[in-house]
């Protein structure tokens, strides 16, 4: 049975930082290509970033501006978020989620499969 699981979100204020991890499990997934999404309330779920599975290739979405570092760890099969410079506007439930047939900019309409999320909140 595949299982994403994300931690590390929190409350954190204006201008910090977090780590958020995705520990996949229940296949292989060399060839699969591992993204962030995040769903801010009232809003829809709206691309972060992602990495193939082999960490030669990252993609980002454009709001980030190099606040984001996307990585993984293969040994321990887990994808980080780190996250720098933190927003209100960055509040949201962000998303692990893995795609097995596309890469670059991911679709939420598209990922095969999704961890439950982890809250994010950023205060002013």
């Known amino acids: 049975q595949v299982q994403l699981v994300e931690s590390g979100g929190g409350l954190v204020q204006a201008g910090g930082s977090l780590r958020l991890s995705c520990a996949a499990s229940?296949?292989?997934?060399?060839?699969?290509?591992m993204g962030w999404f995040r769903q801010a309330p009232g809003k829809e779920r709206e691309f972060v970033a992602a990495i193939s599975w082999s960490g030669g290739n990252k993609y980002y979405a454009d709001f980030m501006k190099g606040r984001f570092i996307i990585s993984l760890d293969n040994a321990k099969n887990t994808v980080y978020l780190q996250m720098n410079s933190l927003k209100p506007e960055d509040t949201a439930v962000y998303y692990c989620?893995?795609?097995?047939?596309?890469?670059?900019?991911?679709?939420?309409?598209?990922?095969?499969?999704w961890g439950r999320g982890t809250q994010v909140t950023v205060s002013s």
């Open positions: 989620a893995a795609d097995r047939y596309r890469s670059g900019v991911l679709s939420s309409n598209e990922c095969d499969y």
């Open positions: 229940g296949r292989t997934f060399s060839t699969y290509t």
